[in-house]
């Protein structure tokens, strides 16, 4: 699995697979083992999914040593009365782990004094209960905000992003790039999967064909967006409740790159349209 190092010299592999849109508030033992045993290192769950139990369940079900593995979670809405190192307490004895590697604040929306809240996951990181801290769904406004605090800054803002929010996204990515922070997409197949005949398909299918004859093998459009996503040096998370999808992910990481005009192509076809599937109430209320 291939890494990217973050801005506070940790790694993370660039694949992961979630637990919250196929699998919210599911038992994801099964599909966590599998995932684990046909390749994956990279987990991504939240306290929102309602699945860390069975998330631990299935790390141990795999088999797999906690070394081998990258563990994500989010934290949702404090409680009154409840500290972040609780929350997170009580996460980690959901997952059966003495750390997480990532440990996000979820939806900045949830917070009303997000610069003490990063103070307390700067102190988090110093205690060793995560090895690394970042955010979701932060706006540029919400970015500043904490970095006005931050002694350690956010490593990682977990964001939808796809080329239907490529235009949209303009903003954000210029302060991932100041800052030296790692993008993560969450829903980057949109536009094949929720946004099916907005335009970009000839596109992807160009590539396809490309590659495909440059490798030798079938390649297909998911793979491509994947490839773009990469070329952006952004981390894919994604999921699939089927093992045949998990491994046409996989394979992602023997493709070679899309080049520089291809992904000018996609920039271009894609920017113009615009198609945001998730928390869109964040953009109705920051987006300029
Ligand atoms: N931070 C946040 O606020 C936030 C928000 C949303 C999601 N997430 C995280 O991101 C993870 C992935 O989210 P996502 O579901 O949006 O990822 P995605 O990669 O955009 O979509 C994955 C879905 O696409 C389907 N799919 C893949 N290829 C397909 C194809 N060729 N044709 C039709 N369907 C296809 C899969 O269904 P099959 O089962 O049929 O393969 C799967 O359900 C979540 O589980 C969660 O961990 C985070």
């Not at 849109?21 to 390749?39: P, R």
């Not at 955010?135 to 956010?154: M, Y």
């Not at 192509?265 to 615009?274: A, L, N």
Request: aromatic share 8%.
């Amino acid at each position: 699995m291939s890494t990217i190092t973050l801005n506070d010299g940790n790694t993370i592999p660039t694949l992961a697979i979630g637990t919250g849109t196929a699998l919210f508030g599911k038992d994801a033992t099964n599909a966590i083992s599998l995932a684990i045993q046909v390749g994956f290192t990279h987990l991504d769950t939240a306290q929102a999914y309602n699945n860390e139990d069975s998330v631990g369940e299935g790390i141990l079900k795999s088999g797999h040593d906690r070394s081998e593995l990258y563990v994500t979670t989010k934290l949702w809405k404090l409680p009154e009365g409840t500290t972040v190192e609780e929350s997170l307490r009580e996460s980690l004895k959901k997952l059966k782990l003495d750390y997480v590697d990532l440990f996000l604040i979820h939806n900045p929306l949830n917070h009303p004094d997000l610069k003490g809240l990063w103070k307390e996951f700067e102190g988090l990181k110093e205690k060793g209960l995560t090895k690394s801290i970042g955010v979701s769904n932060f706006q540029p406004v919400h970015l500043n905000e904490i970095l006005e605090v931050a002694t350690v800054p956010p490593a990682v803002n977990q964001i939808e992003y796809h080329p239907y929010v490529f235009t949209a996204s303009t903003g954000i990515i210029d302060v991932h790039k100041q800052h030296n922070i790692i993008g993560a997409s969450y829903g980057g197949l949109t536009p094949i999967v929720r946004a099916p005949g907005k335009g970009i398909e000839p596109v992807l299918d160009k590539i396809v064909a490309r590659i495909a004859k440059d490798v030798g093998h079938p390649v297909t459009q998911g793979q491509v967006l994947q490839l773009w996503l990469r070329k952006k040096g952004f981390v894919t998370v994604t999921t699939t409740s089927k093992v045949e999808r998990l491994q046409e992910y996989l394979v992602v990481h023997t493709l070679p790159d899309i080049t520089s005009e291809e992904e000018e192509e996609i920039d271009t076809v894609g920017g113009k349209v615009h198609y945001r599937a998730f928390v869109s109430i964040l953009f109705v209320l920051y987006h300029p």
